[in-house]
């Protein structure tokens, strides 16, 4: 027999894990270099921000900002993580709104004793939201600011009306209704410098109904279609409603009373209401459905989902 020849090394830089004598991995990175910062306040995190206007993003909780850094489709210089930032999470009660810290998770939103009797409908909602692990570190005010046309809190955010109060160094407070604050597909209204830094969303009143339901390939997968609904019933008539639905544009889409045209009608004639807002959207094609296919998703969810939410505010129940 020959002689075996003396294993070749494989490039090394220094940190590379080391196999064997005489090998060495070679570890690519999936994601692109940037500058990690962790500010240990919101004044810090505002400064940095605002110093690195242009070239930085904001990490709240990134389930969803990591992915798209490790397909190369967000490439930051400047990488502003919030999470050590205390006073950007918690939940309270202030003026007959529910305040929650922007860094709040999507698990403790879910747990909440406090959100399940003022805002039944988040836990509803973020029960669809990936799994349990995804929603122990997905955050709302990070949800909301990447701005997924597809995600299902953004309709929630419409359909009960929140405000987003969003904070710059040099400019100070303004507070964006939730109406307003989503103009296109992972676009919102927040400036370079800002950050979103609390969620305030009106009670639920008694009286008030609510349900959300979506479709999906797969339990924990976005939706095709999401559908929101919030419907106040008085003696078997509905006296108000909004519908908020996912997936069917290149933002949420809220519809109103009059929009609907069911004030005034009987709870449970929702089908010519749902042919019209399905007439109405354009909704996308890919390979998780046609735009056909979504269009019948709406006219299927949207009577149903207003039917629960009308039975459950005709009951006098909170659901």
Known sequence: MGEQAPARPGR????????????YAAVVLKLPPFVYLAPASLEEALSLHADHEDESRVLAGGQSLI??????????????????????EGISEEDGAVCIGAM????????????????????QALSFIGHPAIRSRGTLGGSLAHGDPAAELPAVALVLGAQLVAESRDRGRRTIAARDFFLGPFTTALQGDEILTEIRIPWQAPGTGSCFHEVARRLGDFAM??????????????????????????????????????????????DAAARRLAEELNPPADLHGSAPYRRHLVRTLVPRVLERACQAAAAGAIS
């Open 12 to 23: 090394y830089s220094p940190g590379l894990p080391r196999l064997v004598p005489g090998t």
């Open 67 to 88: 992915p798209l850094l490790a397909l190369r489709l967000a490439r930051p210089e400047y990488l502003v993580d919030l999470s050590r930032i205390g006073e950007l």
């Open 104 to 123: 709040t998770s999507e698990l403790a939103l879910e747990h909440s004793h406090l959100i399940a009797e003022r805002l039944p409908l988040l836990p």
């Open 225 to 270: 279609v999401g559908v929101a609904a919030v419907a106040r019933v008085e003696q078997g008539m509905i006296r108000s409603c909004r519908v908020a639905l996912t997936g069917v544009a290149d933002r949420a889409v809220l519809r109103t009373d009059g929009e609907l045209g069911l004030t005034g009608e009987s709870a449970g004639s929702f």
